[in-house]
């Protein structure tokens, strides 16, 4: 069965500095994997998918690696500010599953102050 | 302005009550989904649909009913036969099922138990 884990589940830093969150997952059968932003009490925005055939993706400041082999992918946010703060989610969508379902971490809680 | 529609925010619900929780979206998205959210757990999928007239169990199904009379429609009920109703839905749409495809999400409802 696949889970997705990610560590670690708080992170407060200040402004200014680069980060990393990471997602591990049990099987590397996948389609792709895609990194979400929530912010408290909404929905989730995608931030950034990545096909299993490529290895990262970059939007702005984000930049996202997928080693699949290993069951691992890197979310990394630089420069961050405090409009990063939120809880930055990972999903995986599995060959097991039907090509529709997505498999969620359980999410990193950012804080990034002034 | 396209996008999915969640309502209402919060909801409450009686001790063997049935309540619907609202989903429309305007994008013209042919799959839809829905997802519940519990504090310290991912998203975990309910049900989903990838047409008009179709939907299908997710992994977390006992105690939900949905419907899909329409394509921009996809209300979940949570029945009395959910003991354990409290938590944070959310409900997204796609373009169409497949591994490439994002799913867009709405802004959530929060169902308590009085």
């Known amino acids: 069965k696949q889970e997705v884990t990610q560590i670690p589940a708080a992170l407060s830093v200040p402004e200014g500095e680069n980060l990393v969150l990471n997602c591990s997952f049990t099987d590397s059968a996948i389609y792709n994997l895609q990194w979400f932003r929530q912010d408290p009490g909404k929905g989730l925005t995608s931030l950034l998918l990545?096909?299993?055939?490529?290895r990262e993706q970059t939007s702005g400041r984000l930049n996202a690696s997928l080693d699949k082999s290993s069951g691992r992918s890197t979310l990394y946010i630089a420069a961050s500010q405090p409009g990063d703060s939120a809880t930055y989610l990972c999903?995986?969508?599995?060959?097991?599953?039907?090509?529709?379902?997505?498999?969620f971490g359980t999410g990193t809680r950012l804080q990034v102050f002034p | 302005d396209g996008g999915i529609t969640q309502s209402p925010k919060y909801l409450f619900r009686k001790e063997g009550q049935n309540v619907t929780l609202s989903c429309e979206q305007n994008?013209?998205?042919?799959?839809m989904y829905w997802y519940r959210q519990d504090p310290g757990q991912g998203l975990r999928l309910i049900y989903y649909s990838q047409i008009v007239n179709d939907f299908q169990k997710g992994d977390i199904a006992e105690g939900y009913s949905v419907s899909r009379e329409k394509k921009e429609s996809f209300p979940l009920t949570v029945t009395s036969a959910q003991k354990n109703p409290t938590a944070f839905y959310l409900c997204a749409s796609s373009i169409g099922l497949g591994p490439s495809e994002t799913q867009y999400f709405g802004p959530g409802t929060r169902l308590l138990v009085l």
């Open positions: 990545i096909q299993s055939s490529q």
């Open positions: 999903a995986v969508s599995p060959f097991s599953y039907n090509t529709d379902k997505l498999i």
């Open positions: 994008l013209n998205h042919d799959a």
